[in-house]
C-alpha cells in the first residue's frame, strides 16, 4: 500500500453527514467550528470562501473542488457583505443526505460531505495542511470529473442507494483531490505529504511505510532515493520537516497506537513487530511521541469509527 493510502486508513476517514446546497440571489452562510474535515465541489455557479482565520477570501467557480481541514469557523457566499445567516437554521431543514436551500434558487449548487477522523493520529495529515486545499476547474480532469457528474446526479435524484454512493463519491473525491493538489503543488509545502510528490524522497517514504520493521539506516534510505547520505537527510528534513529516523519513529509509534486501540495484541508483539528488540526500548519511544506509555494508550482505547453525531450545520 501507498503511503497517502496508509495514513488514510489510519485515519479511518468516516463520512457521517453527505449533503447538497443550492442558493440564489444575494446571499451568506455562516458555519461553526466544527470536527473532522470537509470535502465538497462546486457544481454550478460561483461564490466566496472566507475562512475565520483572517485569511483573504478565496473565489469558488464551478468545477471547483475544495477541502478544508482544520475545523475552523467560516463564511460561504455570494455576497460577503450581505446579513450572514446560521447555516444550522438552512441545513436543518433538510432532510438527512438531501439539499438545503436558500433564497428558492439554484444559481449555485454545491455538494459535499463531512468526515470524522480518528482524533489520536488526525495531526498527521491535517497538520501539514493549509486552512483551504483547493482544486482548481477539475473539469478537465477526468476522474473528479465524473466524481462530480454522479455527484451531481446523486444529489439532485435521490436515487435508491443513494446515502451509500453519495458516501462512497465523498471518499473518492477526497482521495483524487489529494492527489491533484500534490501533483500541483510538488515542492513547495513543508511535510510528508508534500514530500510524496518528491520521486526521490518520496521511494524513501514509501520504503519506510512498506517494511516499517526493518532497521533502517540513513544510509540505506538514501540508496532507495539514488542520492548521497549527506544530501538525502538534508533534502528529507527540509522536505518532510523531520529528520529520516525521527520520521521512521513517528510512523511506527503511529501504527502502534492504532493497534493498541483496535487490536488484542500484546505489547511485546507489537513492539517486536515494529522492530523493537525490547518492551523497554519501545515503551520509551512510545512514550516521547505519544505523550503517554502503551499501556495507558491502550486503557483509553476506544472505538475508531465513533463519529461525532451529525449537527445541523450540514456537510458544507
Known sequence: MDPLSDVLMLLKPRSYVSAGFEAGGAWLLAFPPYEGIKVNAVLSGSCWLAMGDGSDPVRLREGDCFILPKGRPFRLGSDLGAPPVDAGTVFGRASPGG?????GGADFVLAGSRFSLDA??????LDVLPSVVLVEDVRDRE??????????????ERLPGGDLVAQHLAHLMLVQALRLYLEERAGVGVGWLYALADRRIGSAIGAIHAEPARRWTVQELAGRAGMSRTAFAVRFKAMVGRAPMDYLTRWRMALAADRLETSGDAIPAIAASLGYDSESAFGAAFKR??????RQHGRRRRPSHTASPPTASGAP
Request: avoid cysteine; proline fraction near 3%.
Open 99 to 103: 439539499v438545503a436551500a436558500l433564497n
Open 120 to 125: 489520536a493520529h488526525a495531526d498527521i495529515l
Open 143 to 156: 476522474e473528479l470529473r465524473w466524481i462530480l457528474t454522479r455527484m451531481r446526479r446523486e444529489v439532485r
Open 289 to 294: 511521541v505519544m505523550g503517554a506509555s502503551p
